[in-house]
Structures are given as structure tokens and as C-alpha cells.
């Protein structure tokens, strides 16, 4: 398949953030991975191979991986840094996440809800793993989503 993806920007390096990060560094893509907690973002990016992609606001998407609760806040941080983003999200509820999303005033056609139905029992980077979702479903919320975003969105999910 041929790919637009070129750089995503995953912020939250846990089990599913950084397991997306390996997936799609496997398959090319630059990925910038970033964190709150620095000893998670340091593990992460170790796993990584210790490279990671620059932080000057040029990533095709920025795929969220935090806490249901925090995805408005770090919208409008991302937002700062990059005011053409298109975010992706991994969280296991879609309800809170819209509200807080619409909240802000981020324009909704550039906000794809989506959830891997994949996980471990243990979390955090050290259990991160690039198959982990090989084989999985992946719930899509694509309805009124712009179609590049659609586009990325699954292009993540295939890797």
C-alpha cells in the first residue's frame, strides 16, 4: 500500500502508544514520540532504537495516547505547535473524549476516535510490543471525518 503517512507524533509512551510506535517505525514511518512522564518517554524511545523524529510541527498526524480525561488538554498543547494537526485517538471510550474535544472548539472533521482492541496484562513501554495489534480489530469512528484523515487513520491500523 502505498503510504501518505511520512511522520506521526504519538504523544503517551505506554503500552499502546508505544507498541503503534514500533509498529509503525517497522514500516518506515518517522515517528516523534513523546511523554509526560520523562522515564517512560526515555524507555520508549530506547525501544526505538533511540531515534526519534524532530519536534518542529511536521508530522502528517498525532496519534493521542493518554488518559481519556487529557485528550482536550493535549489537543490545544498539540494545536500550539502545529495548527494543521490531525488527531487520532486511542481510548476506550468515545463519549467523554468528543464532549472535551468539542469543548475546546477543535474542528471535528480533523478528530478520528478509534480503539485497538489489543492490550496485555501488564502496561507501560517496557511491554510494548510492534504485533501487537496484528490480527486485532480496531474500532474505526470515521463518520464526518475529512477524507485524508480516514486515509491515515487506516494506513495505522494496516501496519
Known sequence: MATSLTHVRIVGAGLIGTSIALALRASGITVTLCDSDNRAQSLARDLMGG????????????????PPDAIGEVIKA????????????????????????????F?????????????????GPQSARGDLFQGRPWILCLAGVDAELSQMVREVVSR
Open 107 to 123: 474542528d471535528l472533521t480533523r478528530f478520528a476516535p478509534t480503539h485497538p482492541m489489543a492490550g496485555r496484562e501488564v502496561g
Open 78 to 105: 498539540e494545536v500550539s505547535r502545529n495548527s494543521q494537526l490531525r488527531v487520532m485517538d486511542i481510548s476506550s471510550i468515545k463519549t467523554k473524549p468528543l464532549q472535551n474535544v468539542l469543548s475546546i472548539g
Open 51 to 66: 531515534e526519534n523524529g524532530d519536534d518542529a510541527g511536521a508530522e502528517d498526524l498525532c496519534i493521542i495516547a493518554t
